[in-house]
């Protein structure tokens, strides 16, 4: 059973940055596709980032040249590199992980697995 974990959420102040971690423990393929949404309460599920197995990334316009999304040299690792922070990025981050077409990403319904989460609060 795969299994994610998050870490490096955190409370930071409008204009800084924050670092975000994800792996994947059980069996993964390497040619899944590892990604980041977030959701605020009352809200649905937003798609931040995405990355193919083979290190093709995807973006939603919103964090368009704030945040980075990488894969670590262990396969089922992914990292989302956030610059820029604002307040409207205060969300509880998901990550996420499965095969799917590229042109999906950004639907939560298409992912099968999912963390628990970690909070990332910006203040102005």
């Known amino acids: 059973r795969v299994q994610l974990v998050e870490s490096g959420g955190d409370s930071v102040q409008a204009g800084g940055s924050l670092r975000l971690s994800c792996v994947a423990s059980g069996y993964t393929s390497v040619s899944a596709t590892m990604g980041w949404f977030r959701q605020i309460p009352g809200r649905e599920r937003e798609g931040v980032a995405a990355?193919?197995?083979?290190?093709?990334?995807y973006y939603s316009d919103s964090v368009k040249g704030r945040f980075s999304i990488s894969r670590g040299n262990v396969k089922n690792t992914v990292f989302l590199q956030m610059n820029s922070l604002k307040p409207e990025d205060t969300a509880m981050y998901y990550c996420a992980s499965d095969k799917l077409a590229s042109e999906n990403w950004s639907r939560a319904s298409a992912w099968g697995r999912w963390g628990q989460g970690t909070q990332v609060t910006v203040s102005s």
């Open positions: 990355i193919s197995g083979t290190g093709i990334p």
